[in-house]
């Protein structure tokens, strides 16, 4: 048993920052897009958050999440990434390439109504509503640490059920050998899918696969919900893939398809840069990027610049017991 | 353009609009520093910095070459004072990114700085426009531009090289938005080319270097495109 949980218990609010943090940060910003519009430096809405974000505009109103009720996770050994940090920063192409757009460009993204549906080599194929992808499954916290492929990392406290037990309910025929996900394609609320500049030159929808047996792992997630809540836009709301071994990319966002296959799927970043990111892109600390060190990695967590840490990058991002699942392959060839 | 009428701004006018330009650039990285100490730059206060000011030092390059050719299309030759200052500033903001590099990013782990400048093409590439930045800030005092008469002309014109280096570090650091550095790069070979007259004036030496710097963008572009270790 890898997981253990405590009793029932519903709605959490644990390490929860307070809006005023949050609102007080926006307001810094809005005041220094001010000063920025005013000068000769013109901004890249590239890769960062921050300084350089003056051309968002502040009207969109907040997406609403709602408390859920889920087992509280009792395993919390390392420091939470702030709630504030894990929702304010966050690769979600399909809203913009800089890691403060999601958050600025997803405020008004519909989740309800919702469709999920399990179907290719299944007996029984599935869909979901979106009232359904909370009350189908009973939902329990996981704490996970995630292992951007940028390498930085958060550890954040999930609350999802098993992908286990979904493809159990739909019942995989036994040709099945891959899982293969896609988000929704909606170019008319995802700007990213509108244009190739603002979405990164991405083929969307954005496609991504495990093997059957990685998706029957038990430590392999859907998440509907995070820090006790249900998932805000920019990571992944209504329901999102949470794979902690792997790199972050893999953990694919808004999920509206899951087909079970007898070929390995094609995922989007293998399709963009194949020397780059493989299939598998299991966390490992001896395989580098071509273009950077996995050897460690920043991790996220409150403070200024002079409390950053950086830590060793753990093989599997920690998960040893999965490591069964390749046993034999030589991981340097199936990054 | 020759029935064009220079343009002059009186002296205190453009005192103080030199006066905002330095206190815009500066204020500004300020700043950000501040908000990055105080936890105010988002999840990762370290991209950020990295972020800021590495488009920061190459907007300004960009900026200090296009002053040349707008003062004299537009007959506006109290403009060509801010040049230098401006290059000043890029090379300044490359300082700091460095040394966000250094001090953040990798926390002084010195040994790791070396093997990343040497392993990483892009860093390489951004190493390279950086040594030639700092070369340019030094020997822009007046006493050493003096010194070194025409050749000083030939050295600054390094620039442009600089401006490439920093299109093509910033092209190969993204994961896929090759749009942004794809336009910095076009940018700075239009800039070349309305140049090309006065860059065809320097010496032997300085073509020689010139092709040197493009051979060894060459070979690292290769580098750059071998198969996965
Ligand atoms: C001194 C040596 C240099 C080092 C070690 C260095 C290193 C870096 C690093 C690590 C990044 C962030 C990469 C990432 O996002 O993962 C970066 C970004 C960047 N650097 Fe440099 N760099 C150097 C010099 C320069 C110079 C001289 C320029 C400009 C003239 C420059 C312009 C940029 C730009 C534009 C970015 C991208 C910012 C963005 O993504 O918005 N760098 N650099």
Redesign the pocket.
């Known amino acids: 048993m890898i997981f253990k949980f405590d009793k029932a218990n519903s709605l959490s609010e644990n390490d929860v920052t307070d809006e005023s943090i949050y609102k007080q940060r926006r307001d810094i910003l809005k005041k220094l897009g001010y000063l920025g519009a005013g000068s000769l430096l013109a901004a ?1 809405g ?3 958050a921050g300084p ?1 974000d003056w051309f968002s505009s502040d009207k969109a109103e907040a997406f609403k999440t709602t408390p859920l009720s889920f087992k509280k996770s009792n395993l919390n050994l390392e420091i939470q990434t702030p709630e504030q940090k894990a929702t304010s920063y966050n690769n979600f192409y399909e809203f913009g390439t800089g890691k403060g757009d999601p958050v600025e460009k997803a405020q008004s993204f519909q989740v309800d109504p919702w469709s999920l549906s399990i179907e290719g080599l299944v007996e029984k194929p599935i869909t979901l509503g979106y009232e359904d992808l909370f009350s189908t499954f009973n939902l329990e916290e996981r704490i996970y640490r995630l292992r951007c492929v ?2 930085w990392s958060m550890v954040i406290p999930w609350v999802g059920f098993s992908l286990a037990s979904i493809i159990k309910k739909a019942q995989p025929l036994s040709s099945a050998k891959y899982v293969s996900f896609q988000t929704l394609y909606d170019p008319k609320q995802m700007p990213g899918q509108r244009s190739r500049f603002v979405g990164g030159g991405v083929d969307y929808p954005y496609v991504e696969g495990l093997r059957l047996d990685e998706a029957m792992q038990p430590l392999t997630m859907l998440s509907v919900g995070m820090y006790g809540k249900t998932l805000p836009p920019q990571n992944g709301a209504p329901i999102r893939l949470v794979v902690p071994w792997k790199y972050g990319f893999k953990s694919i966002k808004s999920i509206v398809k899951i087909v079970l296959t007898d070929k390995q799927p094609p995922t989007t970043w293998q399709n963009l840069a194949s020397d780059e990111y493989g299939f598998y892109a299991n966390v490992n600390p001896a395989v580098d990027h071509p273009r ?1 060190s996995q050897a460690r990695e920043r991790r996220i967590t409150s403070g200024g610049l002079l409390t950053q840490n950086r830590i060793d990058t753990l093989p599997f991002n920690g998960y040893e017991e999965v490591a069964s699942l390749y046993k034999g392959m030589d991981l340097r060839k199936f990054y | 353009m020759i029935f064009k009428k220079p343009i002059r701004i009186g002296p205190t006018k453009f005192k103080i609009f030199q006066w905002m330009m330095h206190i815009v650039i500066l204020a500004w990285l300020i700043l950000v520093f501040y908000q990055g100490l105080t936890d105010q730059l988002g999840g990762d206060p370290v ?1 950020s910095l ?6 920061g ?2 907007n300004l ?1 960009v900026i200090s070459l296009v002053i040349s050719p707008i003062a004299s299309y537009l007959k506006f030759g109290q403009f060509i004072q801010l040049r230098r200052p401006i290059g000043l500033y ?1 090379a300044f ?3 700091s ?2 040394m966000v ?2 001090a953040f ?1 990798l926390q002084f782990e010195m040994g790791l ?1 070396l093997s ?2 040497i392993d990483r093409p ?2 390489t590439v ?2 390279t ?5 700092s070369i340019l800030a030094i020997t822009s005092i007046n006493n050493i531009k003096k010194k070194m008469g025409r050749k000083w002309f030939t050295l600054h014109s390094l620039s442009y090289i ?2 490439i ?3 093509i ?2 092209l190969w ?2 994961k896929s938005a090759w749009y ?2 794809a336009i ?1 790069i076009i940018v700075s070979l239009l800039l070349i080319l309305l140049r090309r007259k006065k860059l065809q004036k320097c010496s032997n030496s300085a073509c020689m270097f010139i092709y040197t710097v493009l051979l060894y963008m060459h070979t690292t572009w290769i580098y750059r495109q071998r198969a996965p270790l």
């Open positions: 890249s590239s890769a960062s350089l940028e390498a950077w | 991209q990295l972020d800021f000011t590495g488009i030092a190459l390059l890029s903001y490359a300082l990114h460095l590099f250094i990013e700085v990343e400048i892009y860093i951004g190493f426009a950086f040594i030639i930045l600089a401006v280096l920093g299109g570090h910033y650091l993204v942004e550095p910095y």
